[in-house]
């Protein structure tokens, strides 16, 4: 399948230079960006006074979570947690999880999300619903020990199953990925363990750390050192994890991040719906730590907007800092989209030769999005979800002029509904 | 003329209670919310599956800055206004603040917003862009003295001559409104005039205060006191007035605040991409002042949209105080609806009958907004302005399933984006 998309102004390259330009997509990659393009393609699309711009990477969600947006809002934590979200959780069934999960890449594919990172359980429904909506991936279950040998043993089977499952799904897009839940739900041991699977089976980690500062003292009061120390002393941290949240880091912790190469992914609406605290943004980015944007679940957010969570990052950091140079839009638009593929370690997040095939097409003839001064700004303080108009991942076009091609939009919108009437009545 | 919407989801009264209900309009109020109207309209408007709210009240903005629009952002104050907002204000014409502010009307029927605040200056070129498009709106010449006794008498005899414009155009929907520029750019006796002419000609006044430590430190080392309390001192504040901002005020502002019935307009995004600081929203609200919500500027936000500004205040408090519990989703709902109209003493910010009908229709057959759990918490926290289908102002409809009926909406940015680019020429 090839497709040829013309007249667009295209965010090219690394630099995020705007190009006007064609783009052809041959398979699963971008083979050519210019001007006048000849080649003939299986589909055509007209760009004409669009943008045409890499699909954003959303490090970190819980994308079944969508079932529950809005159920309980402006709570403290663990009343939040306790009352409302475990009690819900133990109830999911994995059909729940299926609805749930398709909603979620429903609403990714519709605001531009290319790539995404989950954690969550029943992983199977999850890979299932992805593999039908066409997204890019990475899904873990969730492991937990909470320091019994026997939940250890079983959690490890279940996360073990769960990679086999997405092994025998054959998919170039669908990948497992390790997921410890934090150092407060697991055990120096166990850490060791799945560090040890990982580099066995040749997968990424990610995890919650430091995302409150309750957790960050209750850490250290338990082992003397902060939790980044913790997992860098139990050689847990590498390259290939990626540690979501990073709210409450010390100056050391950062330092420890920079020298092994971690991501942290940033979840700024949620640490501020949760009143979490403000993630060290200008320090971890002195530091040269790579910084990647994420959504957290719809259920601390509400939506899975990333192109409202560049505009929460933005503006966050400029006034807690009360710095406006700070965090400033192409700073942002890359943790939105190169930043996500560099932690993945992979060849996306960028448009240019050979990358794959992860664009989407913007719509700028509309009020909020005139005039056009700058595009970069534009899609990072103006624009927002609802604004793009095609997405394209892998090479194959999954929404075409807001029509989602890959399934039928309106069957999930009610299965969800039902599915979370459901459950609330159970 | 009339109307009925069927079969919507009413956002009812001042209490916000759901009701499945229509809605019938005649001529410019609501006259009646129930189930099963029978009344015959001009227009009936089926809204299954849709909501049913009150429009949005935007407090404080300058209009035709959407000509600025991500022309400059990320930088400090002063650089900001010296090197980029004033030379280009320098060069406006009168069209181009024309087509400016029709971009700006236009981007807030699409997103919802049914009355708002600008102040600017060739306000008579807003006044005929907003009496076309259709909304309500208060309309201010903004006014400076800079000490200088023939600027006061210039800047007055252009507030007057825009009062009698206005007042010429005859509209029940467009009203002038006194709108000094600030403390710091505005003498006391100046100001004081400005006080007595509102007075005089029963008008309302809005005006900058403490929006930078910066100007509160100026002032106090001018007068020995702060803005508010400089204002109270020369008998500036009572009910009438809006000010907008308020980011730095003391517990003893906020109590005179709160004795002279003053609204403070509260721009979240504003305040913080200008990295200002944030203003002290949980003692305004325990001292029982009237808070509203406004946009400010497109050069600043940089968008016009209500929903985005709803969650950005939600967000923001949440984090700057660590408590998750304030600015709720139902606080902050009033601040962009009811609270705004109480600033304006307007009949409207609620549906009820007997209300202005100033309404939106907003479509929930949408991923980010499904399942329904919690109308109110959607709308602050997962929907953005793009979700509003429908706007009707003054019992008018204009914008009815996104198609814009009052102006050609084409013609709108195309020429906004020729009058931008002209006075970049220039």
New interface residues.
Partial sequence: MSILIKNGRVIYGESLEIMDADVYVEGNKIVKVGKGLKESADVVIDAKGKVISPGFINTHTHLAM??????A?????ME?LQNHIWPLERKLTPKDIYWGSL??A??MI??GTTTFVDMYFHMDEVANAVNEAGLRAYLTYGVVDLSSEEKAESEIKEALRTLKFIQKLNSDRIEFIFGPHAPYTCSPGFLRRIRELADEHGKMVTIHVSETKTEVEQIKEQYGKSPVELLDEIGFLRDDVIIAHGVWLSEKDISILKKRGVTVAHNP?S????????MPLRELLEAGVNVSLATDG?AS?????ML?EM??A???H??H?????I???YTVFKMATQNGAKALKLNTGVIKEGALADLVIIDF????L?????II??LV??A????VETTIVNGKILMLDREVLSFD??K??DK??K???DLLSR
Avoid: C
């Fill in positions: 969508t079932l529950f947006r809005g159920l809002d402006d709570l403290p934590l939040w909603l979620g429903l609403e519709k605001s609406a640490n501020m719906k949760l009143a979490s605290g403000v719809d957010n509400n939506n899975l907007d409202e505009k929460l933005a503006l966050l400029k006034v800092t009360l710095d406006p140079t965090a400033n839009a003839n509309k009020p909020h005139r005039p056009i001064h700058n700004s534009h303080y103006s927002n979800g609802s604004d939009e309106e999930v919108l969800a509904q599915v979370a009437e």
